[in-house]
């Protein structure tokens, strides 16, 4: 998806609140980023190749993270509809079924146990095929929007649909090891979308502690790295974020502090001054909660050395640990 759009709100001049969150969580970001940069200075890959080496300091190797379930799609070389680059939705397989959410196997014991986790696979592989049901309009809140989008794809056809699938897979494996019950709002379970207020709605419903959207931008050549986007603060019509947007900024730190560790990849540069963090006040996703979420786009498809990394399996894992990592550390608090 695409990062232009009414009401967009660059992060503020401080990279990070300072407040009564404690020391380490002012910390974390930061120390992340300044971890990545002394990688990045000294070598570290990331200009190519399937794989990127994680960085010095990362919290666990890789294969700590178990294998994705089942299923998970592998490649073949938004939530929010934001008219993406190169959205031509290409090679999705679909398996119309049910049109409920996906839920959790039941909650194991482990440091997670009781807490929801909602994990938001942002596209379908089978919206291309239904142009006239995605693009119908759906109130967010602020305006309306169109139900879904196809997303976007790497040059070589390896859809986010796809991508946003895996990611959540594996994060869904990670997450139930650690005792949380997990649901995905779609699991190519059903022959198009959610629509973007249902997605939301899911995760209200579910009365989730935590909810993450699992993208990858559709933005130029060149453009590259993570960014965590975040809810801005919004009260108009059926959207009221006021409540949010404190806990959902902590969560997004948490996220792209581990996520940098996780991968050793940067922070964006080409959104987010360097921070790895935007805030937008257009997206129904974020717009229409009223449980902490944020949005992570994990990379660029379009840019080829961001390509190489989002269609590694090997890296996948990597961003799957990161983000499920954050998510783990922003509910133990």
Known sequence: MSYTGPDFDPPP???FRRGPLTVALAALVPGALLGWAVYATVGGSGDGGGDASTSAGTSAPASSLPPP?????????????????????KKPSTSPGATSPSASAPAGTGPLRGKVVVIDPGHNPGNFRHTAEINRQVDVGTHSKECDTT?????????E??????????????LEGQGATVKLTQDDDRPFGPCIDERARIGNEAEADAVVSIHADGSGTGNRGFHVILPGSVDSGAADTRAIVGP????GERIAGNFVRATGNGPSNY?????GLVTRKDLGGLNLSTVPKVFIECGNMRDSKDAALLTSG??????AQGI????VSFLRG
């Open 13 to 15: 001049s401080r990279r």
């Open 69 to 89: 379930s089942p299923g998970t799609p592998s490649p073949s070389g938004s939530d929010e509809p934001d008219g993406s680059d190169g959205s031509d939705g």
């Open 151 to 159: 997303g976007t794809s790497t040059d070589d056809d390896f859809s």
């Open 161 to 174: 649909a796809e991508f946003t699938l895996d990611v959540a897979h594996r994060m869904r494996a990670f």
């Open 248 to 251: 959902s900024r902590e969560l």
């Open 271 to 275: 959104v987010g001054g360097g921070t």
């Open 314 to 319: 090997a890296w996948r894992q990597k961003a």
């Open 324 to 327: 499920s990592e954050g998510i």
